[in-house]
């Protein structure tokens, strides 16, 4: 939305408002287009509509969750925004899950209807005969009476007329756990909206949007960078470019048609365009900035991607709990050079609190390590049936326990040391240990088996087994990589093994994971990558 009509976000309050607003304000402009498919706000908002009533129609409650397993489609954000103005909560899942993984969501979350992209009718058949549900299943791009358009189009283009609360929840994204069990991330309609309102209310040159932005959506939609990038892009009324899934010829091809001018990417996405043949013959004159966030970027990487892109950068850092943005490093603190500003996070958000505790919950002064907490309108409601997990993330006041180590400091820029948690991110996908030591461990010639992040050149980390093996038996590398991989997704499953003789223990039989890093990390800064 551009600087002169911010008064615009007065009307926008949830989700469904969006279409609301910006049918009325800009009927005839893009909304989304995707693959040949173009879409106006005038119609996006009918189409919100329509899915609202086809969504009661189908007995579907007031915050009754609704399942969507494909790759990116524009069909998503109709679900999303639709199902947000009767009171639904969209659950995406993530279409590299198992289908064991899958059932699970399907189960915890209580998902009566799932939307199913064409390549995974099989495994949703799988999923739901494990979960035991009855669940209706919606073909997302078949054209017969089972598809998604038949669905939608049998139902009133007018306003349902709900009431709903910018405290209810709209979206449900699942994070995993240290207990290996995904959590389900409620946020609501205020989480999603308020600190980008904010944001633009600001006055921030990064968050100022002009009335012909064109935002490329290539992350995927069951994380908060594909989801959260998207609704972004859509309150503030440009036009969204949805790509299937990220794809580097593909991108780069649609940066000049289209006239992308704002995009967000991982670190690991950037490094995959950069090396592009072609990349630097790319006309970007209309690209005013990039976002990247997810993971941290190593310095020659950021510079060789200034260098390319020739528009400005900005780094996001934050968590699914907090609808994906705490802090932001704004292109003015982008040298190529290099500055110590360059190895932070960057400063908070408008509204955003943040302080550094220790583990008894005390503030620590700045320049000292210790956790990062934060406390803002966009910390969500709390975990899905989760009460003790959520009591230990949130507290009493609202502050929200990251799980990252670090420190702020003077001018309040949050430098990230290392991670209380020992949460691997690869190729800006979260991967928790808990989770593959469970699945690693029922091979039976493992006794024990640990696993940690190393440094990855093209991923950023990588997950490592370290193993060990019961007395007399046998296992190479291959067996436990493909053992692993029959029972989760591929990208959880380790890259590598290691056979130790006995894994390294505290005086109370803690498994000493540090330690266990230590080797692989020796001679980096940062015990992040």
């Known amino acids: 939305m551009s600087g002169s009509n911010t008064d615009q976000f007065d009307g926008i309050q949830t989700l469904g408002d969006i279409t609301r607003v910006h049918a009325r304000v800009r009927p005839a402009a893009v909304a989304l287009k995707f693959e040949g498919r173009t879409t106006t706000y005038r119609v996006f908002d009918s189409h919100t509509n329509q899915v609202a009533h086809a969504f009661s129609a189908a007995g579907v409650p007031k915050d009754g969750r609704v399942g969507y397993l494909a790759k990116n489609t524009d069909h998503f954000f109709e679900i999303l925004l639709g199902g947000a103005k009767m009171g639904a909560v969209t659950l995406p899942i993530g279409w590299r899950l198992a289908a064991a993984e899958i059932a699970y969501l399907l189960d915890n979350g209580e998902v009566s209807v799932l939307f199913v992209g064409k390549e995974f009718g099989d495994l949703a058949r799988q999923a739901i005969e494990i979960s035991g549900r009855k669940v209706r299943v919606i073909e997302l791009e078949s054209v017969g009476p089972d598809g998604f358009a038949a669905w939608r189009d049998s139902h009133s283009e007018a306003d349902p007329g709900v009431a709903i609360s910018p405290d209810d929840v709209a979206l449900q994204l699942y994070t995993s756990g240290t207990t290996g069990r995904p959590k389900g991330v409620m946020l609501t309609n205020s989480n999603l909206l308020q600190m980008w309102i904010r944001a633009g209310q600001a006055g921030i040159d ?3 949007w002009a009335d012909d932005d064109v ?40 940066i000049e048609p289209e006239r992308i001018t704002k995009l967000f990417m991982v670190p690991a996405a950037l490094n995959f365009l950069i090396q592009m043949p072609g990349s630097r013959q790319v006309d970007y004159s209309r690209l005013k900035i990039v976002f990247y966030g997810a993971s941290p970027i190593p310095l020659d990487l950021l510079r060789q991607s200034m260098d390319v892109f020739g528009c400005g950068f900005c780094q996001q850092y934050g968590m699914t709990e907090a609808c994906g943005t705490i802090v932001f490093l704004p292109p003015e603190d982008h040298d190529p050079n290099g500055n110590r500003r360059m190895k932070s996070a960057g400063r908070a958000m408008p509204g955003i609190e943040i302080k550094i505790i220790d583990k008894d919950g005390n503030t620590l002064s700045p320049e000292t390590v210790g956790e ?34 670090g420190y702020l400091d003077a001018d309040g820029y949050l430098y990230i040391h290392d991670r209380v948690k020992d949460m691997i991110i690869s190729g800006a996908e979260n991967i928790y240990p808990a989770e593959v030591e469970s699945a690693m461990f029922g091979h039976p010639a493992i006794a024990e088996v640990a696993i940690i992040a190393v440094p990855d050149d093209k991923w950023g980390e990588a997950v490592k087994a370290v193993v ?22 591929a990208f959880k499953v380790p890259k590598s093994v290691d056979f130790v003789d006995a894994l390294p223990r505290n005086a109370s039989g803690k ?11 020796a001679g980096r800064d940062r015990k992040v990558n």
């Open 206 to 208: 990064c968050y100022s």
């Open 372 to 405: 990062v907490a934060t406390r803002s309108t966009s910390n969500m409601a709390g975990y899905w049936k989760n009460e003790s997990a959520t009591r230990e993330t949130l507290d009493a006041d609202g502050w929200l326990r990251t799980g990252d180590a």
């Open 468 to 489: 060990v093996l019961k007395p007399g038996a046998e296992a190479s590398e291959a067996d436990l990589i493909a053992f692993t991989r029959s029972r989760i997704a």
């Open 215 to 254: 935002c490329l959506v290539a992350m995927p939609l069951a994380h908060i960078g594909g989801t959260g990038w998207g609704v972004v892009g859509l309150l503030n009324g440009a036009a969204l470019i949805v790509l299937r899934e990220f794809d580097p010829p593909t991108v780069l091809g649609l």
């Open 511 to 521: 498994v000493l994971k540090r330690t266990l890093r230590e080797p692989y990390w």
